[in-house]
């Protein structure tokens, strides 16, 4: 698969969250170029702050290859994570993280922080932004015009 088609899947992801309520927030994790975690916000539905996109497919991920190390596995997630997010891939090792779009307020790869690459750390994840970019955005643009209208 593509980086496109993986990230096509996170956003499958993503429209979970939205027919949820939830912010629409999703993310899939790759090794050896199958999908081995998958994850959509869940906060609100199940009332616990750390049931966001990327924390559900890391455990899912972990379940799945019977360990918490990560190495060799690519995160694609539709938005910038936070910096929850980014400090559960930092502690899990994944080699990769494949942003759709940035998060000017909560972002913490680039935006507001660079917890991924700050280099004090013993591990420092790759980063790409920008695959998806509209449609990422566009989703979570939605999400909030209907929120706005309620």
């Given at each position: 698969m593509t980086k496109e088609k993986?990230?096509?899947e996170a956003l499958k992801e993503a429209e979970k969250a939205l027919k949820l309520g939830e912010v629409p927030i999703g993310a899939v994790i790759v090794k050896d170029g199958v999908i081995i975690g998958r994850g959509h916000n869940k906060k609100?539905?199940?009332k616990d702050a750390t049931n966001h996109a990327e924390m559900i497919a890391i455990k899912e991920a972990s379940v799945t290859i019977g360990g918490w190390r990560l190495t060799g596995c690519q995160m694609y997630v539709?938005?910038?994570p936070c910096v929850m997010c980014a400090?559960?891939?930092y502690q899990t090792r994944i080699d990769k993280v494949v942003i759709g779009a940035r998060d000017?307020?909560?972002g913490a790869v680039e935006s507001l922080y660079h917890i991924l690459s700050?280099?004090?750390l013993n591990h420092i994840v790759d980063c790409e932004f920008g695959i998806l970019e509209d449609e990422a955005r566009e989703i979570m643009q939605r999400f909030f015009q209907q929120?706005?209208?309620k």
């Open positions: 993986y990230m096509f609100e539905c199940l539709t938005i910038e400090g559960a891939i000017i307020k909560a700050d280099e004090r929120l706005r209208r």
